[in-house]
């Protein structure tokens, strides 16, 4: 059984968006209009946070792109009353749309905000009805929604291997900001297999760059960060999360 | 109507007391302070050698191998916080009572105020203990840097505490004192004549004490509760790293209240079993207190609850450190037999009316809490003392758990020693039970015919 | 009578008030259950019964799609003519339709029998891959003559979850709903 | 110093069935105020049901609001009746009579109140009520019990069926009197009501037993419903809520908000209804001493969620602690919290003279719930607005008017439903007063007449 991880390298991000923009095409997402982002109520799976490092004028932009953690120990999962976020077997974090009526328990729960919930009806227009990507459920009014890992092209790739009769390749397909990705700063793959991209800098980075967003909570997340190398700066404390 | 007729079906040893004249209130109230008797001096006798023994063993070890090695401390430290947990708690029961003008309450009262008197043993281990309560800065405390915490601000607690008490005590047995001034033989005379003061029993000071007892009694409430809540931060929450908690100070305030009534009940078998005071502590005061007993051993899972349920679900790392440390692993079976004697076995027993109705059943309730709470403190002591660096922010790794010495055993066994010598020498000077208070109910209450019985009418002054 | 006249009474509202949960619920289960539906009308009346049991033709011959992906697929027209271009069809409607359907190039607006939610992804592939006969689904399709194609089974979650747990198959929502 | 009148029997419950057949001009505008706010209640809840959450104010770090906040509230409101009913009924204290009743109505009205606060808010209602009932067997899949959001309805329905038959077992002596003076649809509804009560020893008996044994059944209940309600908050990792206190620190609050909800609704009944000789200001009297030791006792708790909150002296934690002491507009809400919750009326209660003064009493216990309100707020938006380190993300909380107006349609319908309530049923326990005639008694002492109260023993 796979687990499947991300890891984001900080050092390559350059802030395109080419991330956001893939996976709002990927995942069905409803556009955010100047008006949604007013109210803040803009859905972004992944959403690059900028923030700025240093003092004018000595001031750096840095960016960071958070998709949802996929936590092995899910503080949003067991605050859902009806089990409509879900910890699947293979490590996913999972929003089954249908089943949620919005509490919205798991975004409060969730300190990420990675939870995205739909206040109004999703409405595309007419000529971008047909770029919907079928294999992934159009969301309603009142549905929390969120990073899914894929997991369209994850259950197709699974099937696959299953139809051709043999196990899963490491990195035989990826997610669509990983795909998307300009610099190769998203890399996604199979925690347990030592063979994926993903394991490897995992457990070569661990020791070096690699870190959790708010790693003290103890929940675990499945998305590593590798730290950014700044040549110029002074050596600084390593911090367990970032600040 | 049913709950008329069903008037004077129960209770007929309760009967007995409001059918008693003053003067044989005041021949048994006289009792103990005119005559001790053989069996009780020697009990008295073998408790203070228990409390010299006990001073020695603190001589012996603690003093001597000094503060810097503070897990010698902790069996001193859990004498000092069992006393402070029952002993010091009963004179809060009876100002409940009295709070709540129940009339039962009025032979209960002095049973559980009288150990205020011990108050003094406390005190003394504090101030010993000071020394090995570390300064504040560095690690966490409730104190945020104040200048002298946490030793000034505890010591000014304790001596309050200490204070009000006495001079609750004092207060509520002024007028008995007067009494035994006035009827005991020449060698006490002194003292209890110069503890009665002035007291001639004026309308004017009648009104003074009535309405000064009352809120003597609040103030020791008001004091007792935030000095328990700064021992449960300075003992046990400020010394394991990580026990972030808001609740404790409520638990620990909440079990040491059980515990009072627990040994106020206790108190009372004694008395009634040894000390003739049959026809005042009957079933209607063991069953009260059995009902209060059963309510605060369920409080004592609610507010353990309320915190366990908070860590077990938050389960971030350092919660779930804590949780081994002081619940799951290390101190795993103290807990199960706190738990089992604090609430299982008293919500088990006393659940049942007939039991609750008895003398027996809450009084082996109460001895079964006693236990309880000392195994509780023991615990979260010995947890709270063993942990080698507090100046960490959370347990990184568990600590392994104090096996206690002889040494600690006497220490132990002699503050409690201590504790009741004291109270079994100052029943040489306070009658019991409470004169004033008792025949001022019989004032109170009459026994009327109504319809085809005949009740007990209590009178409700403002 | 007149003696338990209040306790039957008092009995009979009792039962009453608790039969109404059990009530509601049977009811749920009877009138939204998929099977319970009538058959459903089609453009065309494909007879399903000569094709499949009287010519003895496969499933998988005209559903082209159920081995190798997601969807069944139901054939287009072109793929019905190459045989009915041969088979005459003067002066039977239903066939006449499939003819003036093709040549006039409009697609046939097929009913969906088998309706799964939106939300739901069946894979056909993968079932059938596993070892699954189409009947265990659809029932026996080949023998269901005039009325049209009825559903057999029940098809709910509870269904596939509980076929699922037999298979020893993963339960994971996410299996499913994504 | 107990002024009672000496009342026969009929004049009780004349005095007391008073309601019933006369409308006094207030009463009127009562039912035409709340009634116009009521529909403005109404038209918000089916706008935001139609169009969506999207017409509140809610957003991304801040996904509870203000619905929230007042189910909290009306929790609070609702645990009045069990402690004044219950507790003092079990503890036998006589100065409970008079206000049974209301504080037991009170409950119920303000559970369904803060029942509905929870349902309307979520994303779907019409899927919570679909899948809640009947419940659907045959999807094989059930709700998540390890859910605080399961905890809560069936703690809260519990605590409704259980309040509402102890209101209903109290209710029947006084419903076979009013079935045996009234006619019309009055007397078919009261005879339905009344399930036959003949009054005989026997019928006495079960009730009496019926009630004290509800009352003991009800308590564990009482407690569990807000402790559960806090755990929504508390097992969640939001700093500031994450909090072990919170179980008791909101029953106890409960309580102090829903006991002085009591006494607004006692000085209100005595204005309304004229009850001046059966709630009298003794009741008062000892009703404000009762809420001073709750009142102390919420401030300990207060106190300690505080001082223990910023102790551990996380950054999260000093972060939010310092906003909602120090910040506007939260520094005003510390001190609303403090000045009307505690120290304007606690120390006016400690005085016997304005104990004994309704309008004080009055206007102290609305005070108090001034502050409650505010502390909920208080306690639980904060946390959402400065959840964790992700400044981006931080934002502000404007409850829209649609929010507002569902606020104050709340406390419009739970007035609304009293007052109907108060039509229809006696809004004081008639059995219970002509039982508390007979058990009181006076006794000489020396020169003094001194009330007294038989007592079993």
């Given at each position: ?9 900080l ?13 709002q ?18 859905i ?43 910890h ?31 206040f ?15 294999n ?51 890399v ?45 700066a002074?050596?600084?404390e ?6 | ?83 402070m ?17 129940s ?109 000064v ?18 021992l ?22 909440i ?70 440390y ?94 009741v010598?004291?109270?079994l ?19 109170l ?18 | ?12 509202v ?36 000569v ?5 003895g ?11 190798t ?38 697609p ?57 747990q ?13 | 110093?107990?002024?009672r ?34 529909a ?35 929790i ?11 507790i ?11 206000v ?41 899949i ?29 209710l ?82 409960a ?7 009591v ?16 709630i ?16 102390t ?18 950054a ?51 005070a ?19 959840k ?34 108060s ?15 007979h ?11 001194v ?7």
């Amino acid at each position: 059984m796979p687990r499947w991880g991300m890891v984001i390298d900080l050092d390559r991000c350059i802030g395109c968006g080419a991330c956001v923009v893939a996976c709002q095409a990927e995942n069905n997402v409803p556009i955010n209009t100047e008006d949604v982002y007013h109210q803040r109520r803009a859905i972004e799976w992944i959403r690059l946070e900028r923030y700025w490092d240093g003092e004018y004028p000595d001031i750096k932009a840095r960016y960071i792109p958070v998709p949802c953690m996929h936590c092995q120990n899910a503080p949003c999962e067991p605050v859902c009353p009806v089990y409509a976020t879900y910890h699947t077997s293979e490590g996913i974090n999972m929003q089954v749309y249908n089943r949620c009526i919005g509490t919205r328990y798991c975004s409060v729960n969730c300190q990420w905000h990675v939870r995205f919930f739909n206040f109004w009806e999703p409405k595309w227009p007419d000529s971008l009805k047909n770029q919907l990507n079928p294999n992934v459920t159009v969301r309603s009014r009142g549905v929390m929604e969120k990073c899914t890992f894929c997991i369209q092209r994850i259950v197709k790739a699974e099937h696959q291997a299953k139809l051709e009769g043999r196990d899963l390749r490491a990195d035989e397909f990826t997610t669509a900001c990983a795909q998307a990705c300009p610099t190769d700063a998203i890399v996604f793959g199979d925690l347990d297999n030592p063979n994926s991209r993903v394991a490897q800098l995992v457990n070569s980075a661990v020791n070096e760059r690699g870190y959790r967003l708010l790693e003290d909570l103890g929940t675990e997340p499945s998305v590593y960060y590798l730290k950014k190398v700044d040549l110029e700066a002074p050596v600084e404390e390593h911090s367990s999360h970032q600040g | 109507m049913a709950r008329h007729t069903t008037a004077v079906t129960h209770g007929h040893e309760l009967q007995r007391t409001w059918e008693l004249a003053p003067r044989d209130v005041l021949d048994a109230g006289l009792r103990w302070v005119r005559t001790l008797g053989a069996g009780r001096r020697s009990v008295a006798l073998v408790a203070l050698a228990l409390g010299v023994a006990g001073a020695l063993a603190l001589v012996a070890g603690p003093v001597l191998s000094g503060y810097a090695n503070r897990q010698v401390w902790a069996y001193t430290a859990v004498a000092f916080v069992y006393l402070m947990s029952t002993a010091a708690a009963a004179p809060c029961l009876s100002t409940a009572l009295r709070v709540a003008r129940s009339h039962w309450r009025r032979p209960v009262n002095r049973a559980a105020e009288v150990w205020a008197v011990t108050l003094v043993v406390p005190l003394v281990l504090y101030l010993l203990l000071m020394g090995t309560l570390p300064g504040t800065e560095n690690r966490l405390s409730i104190w945020f840097g104040w200048p002298l915490s946490p030793w000034l601000w505890g010591a000014i607690l304790m001596a309050t505490l200490a204070g009000a008490g006495y001079f609750y005590l004092w207060l509520s047995s002024l007028p008995d004192l007067a009494i035994v001034r006035d009827q005991a033989d020449g060698k006490r005379r002194g003292l209890i004549a110069r503890l009665a003061g002035p007291w001639r029993g004026s309308h004017r000071q009648w009104r003074m004490v009535e309405k000064v007892v009352n809120n003597a009694g609040v103030l020791y409430v008001l004091v007792y509760v935030p000095t328990m809540t700064v021992l449960a931060s300075d003992f046990v929450i400020s010394m394991i790293p990580g026990y972030f908690t808001a609740v404790f100070p409520a638990y620990f305030t909440i079990s040491s209240f059980e515990a009072g009534i627990a040994l106020t009940i206790l108190t009372m078998a004694v008395l009634r079993r040894w000390g003739g005071q049959r026809d005042y502590l009957g079933l209607e005061q063991f069953w009260a207190l059995g009902k209060m007993l059963l309510a605060f051993a369920l409080l004592w899972f609610y507010f353990w609850w309320s915190e366990f349920i908070i860590f077990w679900y938050g389960r971030t790392p350092r919660e779930i450190n804590v949780l081994k440390y002081i619940m799951a692993e290390t101190y795993f079976w103290p807990f199960v037999l706190a738990f089992a004697l604090n609430f299982a076995l008293p919500l088990l027993i006393l659940m049942w009316n007939p039991i609750r109705r008895s003398i027996a059943g809450p009084t082996v309730v109460a001895g079964i809490v006693l236990v309880g709470n000392l195994i509780d403190r023991i615990r979260l002591i010995s947890a709270g003392f063993s942990v080698p660096d507090i100046t960490q922010h959370e347990l990184h790794e568990i600590p392994a758990a104090y096996i206690p010495n002889l040494l600690d055993i006497v220490i132990l066994a002699g503050a409690i020693g201590g504790a009741v010598a004291l109270v079994l020498f100052t029943f040489r000077v306070l009658p019991f039970p409470s004169i004033w208070e008792v025949t001022g109910g019989l004032w109170l209450r009459q026994h009327l015919p109504y319809k085809h019985t005949r009740v007990i009418v209590v009178g409700k002054p403002e | 009578m007149q003696r338990y006249f209040r306790l039957v009474l008092f009995a009979v509202v009792l039962l009453v008030v608790l039969a109404i949960p059990v009530a509601a619920v049977l009811a749920r289960t009877y009138f939204l259950a998929p099977t319970a539906q009538p058959v459903k009308a089609q453009p065309i009346q494909f007879p399903h019964q000569v094709h499949a049991q009287a010519m003895g033709l496969d499933c998988t011959f005209c559903h082209r799609g159920a081995t190798t992906s997601a969807q069944a697929t139901i054939p287009a027209l072109e793929f019905c003519m190459n045989c009915h271009k041969v088979i005459p069809w003067q002066g039977r409607p239903e066939l006449e339709k499939l003819v003036q359907a093709f040549e006039s190039g409009q697609p046939v607006q097929w009913t969906k029998v088998h309706q799964l939610p939106d939300h739901v992804h069946f894979v056909h592939a993968v079932h059938l891959n596993f070892g699954f006969q189409c009947a265990d689904c659809h029932g026996d399709v080949a023998a269901m003559g005039k009325p049209g194609v009825k559903q057999v089974r029940d098809l709910r979650m509870g269904d596939c979850l509980t076929c699922h747990q037999q298979n020893n198959a993963r339960t994971d929502c996410s299996v499913c709903h994504y | 110093m107990q002024e009672r009148h000496h009342l026969g029997e009929e004049a009780i419950t004349r005095e007391l069935f008073r309601p019933l057949v006369s409308t006094p001009a207030m009463m009127w505008v009562g039912f035409i105020g709340l009634g116009a706010v009521l529909a403005i209640f109404v038209f918000a809840v089916s706008w935001m049901v139609y169009w969506g959450l999207g017409v509140t104010g809610l957003q991304r770090p801040n996904m509870w609001g203000f619905m929230i906040v007042n189910f909290v509230f009306w929790i609070g409101i609702s645990h009045a009746g069990v402690m004044i009913s219950a507790i003092l009924r079990l503890t036998q204290a006589e100065w409970r009579r008079p206000v049974t009743r209301a504080a037991e109505v009170m409950t119920i009205f303000s559970l369904m109140t803060a029942m509905l606060h929870p349902v309307i808010h979520t994303g779907r209602p019409w899927r919570t009520l679909y899948w809640v009932f009947p419940y659907d067997f045959w999807r094989n899949i059930w709700p998540d019990i390890r859910g605080p959001l399961v905890w809560d309805p069936s703690a809260i329905l519990t605590y409704l069926t259980g309040s509402t038959l102890f209101l209903y077992t109290t209710l029947i002596p006084d419903m076979a009197l009013a079935r045996d003076r009234t006619t019309g649809w009055r007397h078919v509804l009261y005879t339905i009501l009344a399930l036959g009560w003949r009054g005989n020893e026997r019928q006495w008996k079960m009730q009496t037993i019926a009630g004290f044994l509800l009352s003991g059944l009800i308590l564990p209940v009482f407690v569990s419903v807000h402790s559960i309600v806090s755990w929504d908050f508390a097992v969640s990792l939001v700093p500031t809520w994450h909090a072990t206190v919170f179980a008791p620190y909101f029953v106890i609050g409960a309580i102090h908000s829903g006991v002085s909800a009591v006494v607004t609704l006692m000085a209100l009944m005595r204005w309304l209804f004229r009850f001046e000789h059966y709630i009298r200001l003794e009741h008062f009297d000892a009703i404000g001493r009762l809420l001073i030791a709750v009142g102390t006792g919420w401030l300990w708790f207060f106190l300690l969620d505080i001082f223990f909150a910023i102790y551990p002296q996380e950054a999260r934690e000093l972060e939010i602690m310092q906003f909602r002491l120090f910040q506007w507009p939260f520094n005003v809400f510390t001190a609303l919290i403090f000045i009307f919750g505690y120290f304007i009326p606690v120390p006016i209660w400690v005085f016997q003279r304005f104990r004994r003064n309704v309008r004080i009493m009055f206007w102290t216990s609305i005070a108090v719930n001034v502050g409650m309100w505010a502390e909920r707020y208080w306690l639980i938006k904060p946390g959402l607005m400065r959840k964790y380190e992700w400044t981006f993300d931080w934002n502000w909380y404007r409850p829209s008017i649609v929010e507002i107006s569902i606020i104050m349609g709340s406390f419009a319908l739970v007035g609304f439903l009293l007052l109907v309530f108060s039509k229809i049923f006696p809004p004081i326990s008639v059995w219970e007063e002509k039982e508390g005639v007979h058990f009181a008694q006076q006794l000489q002492v020396g020169k003094r007449r001194v009330s007294a109260i038989v007592r079993e023993f």
